[in-house]
């Protein structure tokens, strides 16, 4: 039996900040939405996408209505995000702050932003809190966050048997063993993420056994991605491949 987590079980631990990296694009928001969704109350604090939009990527990932989703906008100038944080979690309910850079340069004042990521991780422990801080990548909190961080998970695209794929690396996960092996995901139809803990090298298999998944006519993935990842192979490939996980 596997001894670590996928990311879907880590963004909902409580008394966890978790942090989820990654380039413009990538998916973070859909996927912090769809872990998060699907495991209790959220308050999504936003510094860059309206309700409507985070709504409508919450619908596409869940396949339903995200009656559990509560979205502060914060360009709206009318609260601070650190009371909200400690409010919401005080509730029970699984916070993600989107972004840690906007959220830091709105709040620090002056305070050095170690200090402040630790203020906020203390908090989420007083209160065995769940709290997902989004993060760009393109500022030198990083080092910072993968330090004051529970856990720390990192997006990319990557090259795949030469197609596109998005990739899922868990860095840390404080209390559990890592996976040594990164996750693959798409937003087809839903949020799915392929466990590729047990193969062994993929690059290594023969493409005569293998052709690309077909999609249905028309369909579109979240992202709006023309090409996947997805493979579908024969019996005669004895690369052992772990089920699909996802939302919807």
């Known amino acids: 039996m596997q001894s670590f987590r996928t990311p879907l079980q880590i963004l909902p631990t409580r008394g966890y900040v978790t942090v989820l990296e990654g380039e413009a694009g990538i998916g973070k928001t859909s996927f912090a939405l769809a872990s998060a969704l699907t495991s209790g109350r959220v308050k999504y604090i936003s510094y860059n996408e309206p309700e409507n939009s985070l709504t409508d990527k919450a619908k596409r990932v869940i396949h339903g209505q995200p009656d559990n989703l509560e979205v502060l906008h914060m360009l709206s100038g009318s609260k601070k995000a650190f009371s909200e944080i400690i409010d919401s979690m005080s509730e029970g309910k699984i916070v993600i702050l989107d972004s840690v ?124 991605e023309p090409e996947l990842f997805l493979y579908i192979m024969d019996k005669s490939v004895s690369v052992p491949f772990s089920e699909f996980t996802g939302c919807g």
């Open 101 to 224: 850079d906007a959220f830091l340069w709105e709040e620090g004042g002056g305070q050095p932003e170690r200090a402040l990521l630790q203020l906020i991780y203390e908090s989420a422990k007083i209160r065995n809190g769940s709290l997902v801080l989004i993060n760009e990548g393109v500022s030198g909190i990083s080092n910072v966050l993968k330090f004051v961080a529970d856990s720390y998970i990192k997006m990319e695209s990557v090259k795949l048997i030469g197609l596109n794929a998005r990739k899922i690396t868990v860095l840390k996960d404080r209390d559990y063993p890592v996976s040594v092996y990164p996750f693959y995901y798409t937003f087809y139809d839903g949020l799915q993420i392929l466990n590729a803990s047990y193969f062994l090298d993929l690059e290594r298999v023969m493409q005569k056994k293998v052709k690309p998944w077909d999609r249905p006519f028309g369909a579109k993935s979240v992202m709006s």
